[in-house]
């Protein structure tokens, strides 16, 4: 959102995320970012709501925060050497406009070894990331190629972002 150039508050939403919905993974993420930022616009009616939730796919299935070690070592088993989609979703509400899409981003790991894998999950870095590593920290080094934008794999699809931004204005 800095690099939106906007002043913002973020706010925890206390909506409660069920990644077992049978979705596809870009359905899901955006039914999840509308919960979060419908939650939130519920105790601002006046404001402009921002909701977000990443996760990883991995073929048919997705790879929400793993929580535990052991749970982020077997992520990171799974994806090992793969191909993986990261999927942004990002809902916008204001009082008078609603939009929900979702971006996704191809992410090739490298081949892990198993101490590769009990290095990265004893920094306790992966344990609150979804698919289990965070290309901005020390997971960056478990990235082999990012292909498409790099926000939206951090954080929010920035660009996607300010032309929602744009659309809500023009609705105003």
């Excluded at 150039?5 to 925890?12: A, D, I, K, N, V």
């Excluded at 939130?40 to 709501?49: A, D, E, K, P």
């Excluded at 794999?153 to 972002?161: A, C, F, H, T």
């Amino acid at each position: 959102m800095k690099k939106v150039g906007l002043s913002f508050r973020c706010e925890e939403s206390g909506y409660e995320e069920d990644l077992s919905l049978p979705l596809e993974p870009e359905q899901l993420v955006e039914h999840l970012a509308h919960g979060k930022a419908e939650q939130v616009f519920r105790r601002y009616r006046h404001g402009v709501v921002l909701g977000a939730d990443t996760v990883v796919a991995h073929g048919s299935q997705v790879l929400g925060k793993p929580l535990t070690a052991e749970r982020a070592t077997e992520m990171l088993s799974e994806i090992s050497g793969s191909m993986v989609r990261v999927i942004t979703g990002v809902a916008l509400i204001t009082p008078e406009f609603q939009k929900t899409y979702s971006v996704t981003v191809g992410v090739q790991i490298k081949p892990l070894t198993e101490k590769d894998i009990e290095d990265y999950v004893m920094t306790g870095e992966p344990l609150d990331k979804a698919g289990a590593f965070a290309v901005q920290g020390k997971g960056g080094r478990l990235v082999e190629r990012i292909d498409g934008d790099l926000d939206s794999v951090i954080g929010l699809p920035v660009e996607k972002v300010r032309e929602m931004l744009r659309l809500a204005a023009d609705v105003r």
